[in-house]
Structures are given as structure tokens and as C-alpha cells.
């Protein structure tokens, strides 16, 4: 019994001794300090929480504007954000630095307050993490989203520094992380700037609207929209073609000549495949009147026509335009046949739209429904009523309605088509001419 006493007495006085060897530093600091370090600790963790947020959710295309404008802020946060990988690694030191020191201060203070109630420590560590998921997490990330720049460009300038004061540990810690990247084939290293598609810009361009007029929205889309878009899709086709038929009598070309609203017009032989030129009516009109004006005299001042292959895009044909010095070309098939015709205007209407087809060609009516000109292009429709009915294939509405129904429909005729219910008003023996679009409930 004696034995056994002096074994407890020895394994007391073995535990006291190794307690005072590794006392902790917070230890002989006042409980006053410590509620200070642990409310400093969760604010530097509130710090590092809605920084990493904030830098992480700055928007990149006006973050390089800034750089542009040379604004300080932003050159520090382009630089961080350049090499994310130490970024992120020494927003992570900082954070398990705070975290656990926060811990520490925790323990002791709840040890020193109710030193008889061990599991006191473990309520008190709860409470912290509450308190931390609040104000030093959800709360400062939350704000971070929202408002990045306020917090982002500031926070630069401490992480700048401190990534040269830490550099070697983060470096090391980076050795290992680029390691485990490498095997899942990540290059860190390798800085790939944003880019957006085309449909992503279309989404932002839409979303401009208390920025930007309509008008200029449908500029911007129009250009956009110019990629995909070939000579075909916004010809004038072969049968709205006006010209002059040398064949037909002087007089009725005369007449043509002087009441047509067009500045230019193809000059043909029975058909518009043979056409031998383009007529400029200002060149003609002044020789009209003189006694000796004959067919030689309107052949003598014909330009030499230009011929474009149906699958040209419009934005190639634009340029080709403009370095040729030409406003007017005929759009040819495979065979040569001509399909269409196409002018400078029709491509700057692809940009800037076309105030005539909002006007006659879609109405609205009281009732919500819309009559729409059935030889209107389906690109057209879908600019103006923010649709998106294929372009691919028919052209037209009368294309698509035709092609839908696989016949020529009769008035009357009502359709869904690609989830739009349509009446066919008015139509010939060769095409739907009228259409109206009835309102979605």
C-alpha cells in the first residue's frame, strides 16, 4: 500500500514537471488580453475570409481597364491574381494561423473561467465557431461577393508585402500543391486570360439595357451576329429583283428609269442570269431628255458586274465591298444562276437594323397578336421580336412555314411552329404572303 502511494506521488510530480516544461505562452497573459487577441484573431480571419472572396470575384475585363487607367489598386491586384496559387497559399497560412491561435485562446480562457469544468471547453470551442462561421466567414464573403473592389484592391496592398515576407514558406508549401496539379495535368503557371464566346457576350449585351440604348443593343448584336451570317440570309431574292429588261421597249425603260427608287439597277437580257451590268440612274437621268438616247447609250454606261458565291459571310462581303469600291453584287449559286441580289445597305442593316421592316413588315396589334409579311427573313423576325427560330435552311418565314408543312398552307390554316401559333392570313399559288402570330397565354 506504502509502494503504491509513492508510485501516485511519482507519476503527480512526473505530470507537474512535464506541464511546466511545456506551458504555453498564452499562459502568463492577462484574461483581459486574450478576450483582445481572440476578438484580433477573428477579425484577421474576417480579413483573410473576404479578401480571398473579394479578389477571387473581381470582374476581370474592368480589372483591366483599370490597369489600363494605371490605377495602383488594381496593378497589385492583377499581379496577385496572375499567380493564384500563391495568392491562395498565403491566404490559407494566414487563415490557420488565426484559427488556431483563436483555438488556443479559446481553450485557456474557458480553463482559467471554470477550471473544474473540463467540458466547459468544449461548449466554448462551439461557441467560436459559431462566431466565426458568422462574423468571419459567411458574413465578410457574403459582403465580399457583392462588393469586391472596396475590399479586393485595398487587401493588395497588405498581401503584396506579406507574399515577400513569407515567400519561402509558401514556395515550399507551392512544391507540393504544383506537384499533385501536374499529375492532374494543371499548369499553374500557365496564365490563361477570359475570353468569352459569342453567346456570352450576347447575354451581356442583353443585360446592358439601363446602360446602353436599345438601339446601340441592337448595333452590337447585329455585329455580333455578322459571323455567322452569309450573303444569303439577307439578299433581296431573285424574284423582288428590279431591273431593266434591254428587251423591253425604250418608253417603258425610260419610265422605269425615272420613277425607280433605287440609285442602281442590274441591266439584263430576258433573264437576270444574263446580266451585262449596273446601271447608276444619276449617270443616265442627265442624258435621258437628249434626242439621240438609245439601249447603246444606257449600255455605255454600265459598270461591270460583281458576282458573290451564296455561302460568302457577310462580314468577308463588307470588306470586299469597301476595297473594290462597290455598293452592289448579284449572289450566285453553285451552277451560277443568279439567287439574289445584295447591297452595301442590306449588310449595314445587318448592324444597324432596318427601320422600314420594324415598321410594315411586323405590326402589332390591340389584341397582342402580330401580322408579320411572310417574305420577311427569319434572322429579321427573330432580331425583332427576340425569337429564335432557326436559320438554318429556309431563309424566309414562307420558307419556314413551306418547308414546316410540306405543302403551300391555305388561309385559315393555323400552326404551331417551334413553339409559335401562327394563322395563315393571306397566300398565292406560289407563297404564303401573310401571317399573323397569335399572342402565348
Request: charge should be neutral; charged fraction near 25%.
Amino acid at each position: 500500500m506504502h509502494g503504491d502511494q509513492d508510485s501516485y506521488m511519482s507519476l503527480v510530480k512526473a505530470t507537474a514537471d512535464f506541464q511546466s516544461k511545456s506551458r504555453c505562452p498564452l499562459d502568463d497573459i492577462s484574461t483581459g488580453m486574450l478576450f483582445g487577441i481572440l476578438v484580433a484573431m477573428l477579425i484577421l480571419s474576417a480579413f483573410f475570409s473576404g479578401s480571398e472572396t473579394a479578389l477571387m470575384a473581381l470582374n476581370r475585363y474592368r480589372l483591366r481597364h483599370l490597369v489600363k487607367l494605371k490605377h495602383t489598386g488594381a496593378i497589385k491586384a492583377q499581379q496577385l491574381l496572375n499567380r493564384p496559387d500563391r495568392l491562395l497559399g498565403m491566404i490559407l497560412l494566414g487563415n490557420i494561423f488565426v484559427n488556431t491561435v483563436a483555438a488556443s485562446v479559446v481553450t485557456i480562457i474557458a480553463l482559467r473561467l471554470y477550471p473544474e469544468y473540463k467540458h466547459n471547453v468544449i461548449v466554448a470551442d462551439i461557441m467560436v465557431i459559431l462566431v466565426t462561421l458568422i462574423f468571419s466567414e459567411a458574413t465578410p464573403k457574403t459582403f465580399a461577393a457583392i462588393k469586391p473592389e472596396p475590399i479586393a484592391y485595398p487587401s493588395a496592398w497588405i498581401y503584396v508585402p506579406l507574399l515577400k515576407i513569407f515567400y519561402p514558406i509558401i514556395e515550399f508549401v507551392n512544391i507540393f500543391v504544383n506537384t499533385l496539379l501536374r499529375l492532374l495535368r494543371v499548369d499553374v503557371k500557365q496564365h490563361r486570360h477570359d475570353t468569352l464566346s459569342k453567346d456570352e457576350l450576347k447575354v451581356i449585351i442583353a443585360e446592358a439595357e439601363s446602360t446602353m440604348p436599345a438601339r446601340y443593343q441592337k448595333m452590337l448584336m447585329g455585329i455580333l451576329d455578322l459571323e455567322s451570317a452569309t450573303v444569303e440570309d439577307i439578299m433581296t431574292p431573285r424574284n423582288e429583283i428590279v431591273g431593266i429588261d434591254l428587251e423591253e421597249p425604250l418608253d417603258e425603260i425610260i419610265h422605269q428609269i425615272k420613277s425607280s427608287p433605287h440609285t442602281r439597277l442590274p441591266v439584263y437580257k430576258k433573264s437576270i442570269d444574263k446580266v451585262i451590268g449596273f446601271l447608276h440612274l444619276r449617270k443616265v437621268l442627265v442624258l435621258i431628255n437628249q434626242e439621240n438616247f438609245d439601249k447603246q447609250t444606257i449600255i455605255s454606261l454600265l459598270g461591270k458586274p460583281a458576282f458573290i458565291p451564296e455561302t460568302t459571310p457577310v462580314h468577308a462581303q463588307m470588306v470586299k465591298f469597301k476595297a473594290e469600291k462597290i455598293r452592289v453584287g448579284l449572289v450566285v449559286d453553285e451552277y451560277g444562276d443568279v439567287q439574289g441580289l445584295v447591297t452595301m445597305d442590306d449588310l449595314l442593316q445587318e448592324i444597324v437594323g432596318e427601320i422600314i421592316t420594324d415598321e410594315t413588315m411586323v405590326r402589332a396589334q390591340k389584341d397582342g397578336s402580330f401580322l408579320v409579311d411572310a417574305n420577311i427573313t427569319i434572322r429579321e423576325l427573330n432580331r425583332i421580336m427576340h425569337w429564335e427560330l432557326p436559320t438554318e435552311g429556309p431563309k424566309t418565314l414562307n420558307g419556314l412555314i413551306v418547308e414546316f408543312m410540306e405543302m403551300i398552307p391555305e388561309a385559315g390554316t393555323s400552326v404551331k411552329l417551334h413553339g409559335h401559333v401562327l394563322e395563315i392570313l393571306n397566300r398565292d399559288d406560289m407563297a404564303v404572303k401573310l401571317v399573323k402570330f397569335v399572342p402565348r397565354k
